[in-house]
């Protein structure tokens, strides 16, 4: 099975800066991989989608990258707020039928 | 905006006790998942379930586990003589058929004692 690896368990940023996770996966790339937030006990909740033939998907602040030669995703937050301050998960359908992996996740934490 | 609905929000229960999760996915999906998150790891996938019946499972769901969509509306995860390993965030989602997004309930905290 997939081995889905995120950078740095936890990252710390200035109010207003971009923060960048990084997700990388080690064996076929996916149809399309996905991004989820999770807040200190909630369920993760979807941002955003991206799949193979995309190479950038944007909503609002959120941008992210999908490099299948690198196999991996890049997930930007940019002009960041406290708000913003949660883990941040990256997920794989693996086999096309939706059941979803996730990596560890990266806990962001924005300074005002 | 229609959202999953899990209850109990946390369980607490005795090692060897059957324990019932309950979940409201939203209405008009077709496709639910349980999943589960042991303290400080990561999110692992349980069950699919679809047109009433298991579509895929995990390792991790062996005999003890069993789900059911006893009416319209419930999805239940019961776990049939709880371990200590057992404890953990147990999350459910629900799918439209058209689309790839999952969406998650809140989760209920079972802590097995």
């Known amino acids: 099975s997939q081995k889905i690896e995120q950078n740095s368990e936890a990252l710390n940023i200035q109010e207003g800066k971009t923060a960048t996770l990084t997700c990388n996966y080690t064996?076929?790339?996916?149809?399309?991989l996905q991004w989820y937030r999770q807040d200190p006990g909630r369920g993760p909740v979807f941002l955003l989608l991206?799949?193979?033939?995309?190479k950038e998907k944007r909503k609002e602040r959120l941008k992210v990258t999908f490099d299948t030669t690198l196999k991996q995703s890049l997930f930007h937050i940019t002009a960041s707020q406290p708000a913003d301050s949660a883990t941040y998960l990256c997920?794989?359908?693996?086999?096309?039928?939706?059941?979803?992996?996730f990596g560890a996740g990266t806990t962001v934490t924005v300074r005002a | 905006e229609p959202e999953v609905t899990q209850t109990p929000s946390h369980q607490v229960t005795q090692m060897g006790q059957e324990v019932i999760l309950r979940c409201v996915p939203i209405?008009?999906?077709?496709?639910f998942y349980w999943y589960r998150q042991i303290l400080g790891q990561k999110v692992e996938f349980l069950v699919s379930?679809?047109?009433?019946?298991?579509?895929?499972k995990s390792e991790i769901f062996d005999d003890q586990f069993s789900v059911e969509r006893p009416d319209g509306s419930n999805f239940t995860l019961k776990i049939r003589s709880t371990k200590l390993e057992d404890s953990a965030m147990y999350f459910c989602?629900?799918?439209?058929?058209?689309?790839?997004?999952?969406?998650f309930g809140a989760g209920t905290r079972l802590s097995v004692l």
């Open positions: 989602a629900s799918r439209p058929g058209a689309k790839n997004i999952q969406y």
């Open positions: 064996n076929y790339s996916p149809a399309y």
């Open positions: 991206i799949r193979e033939n995309e």
């Open positions: 997920a794989l359908d693996e086999t096309g039928d939706y059941k979803l992996s």
């Open positions: 209405s008009n999906h077709l496709y």
């Open positions: 379930f679809y047109n009433n019946e298991i579509s895929e």
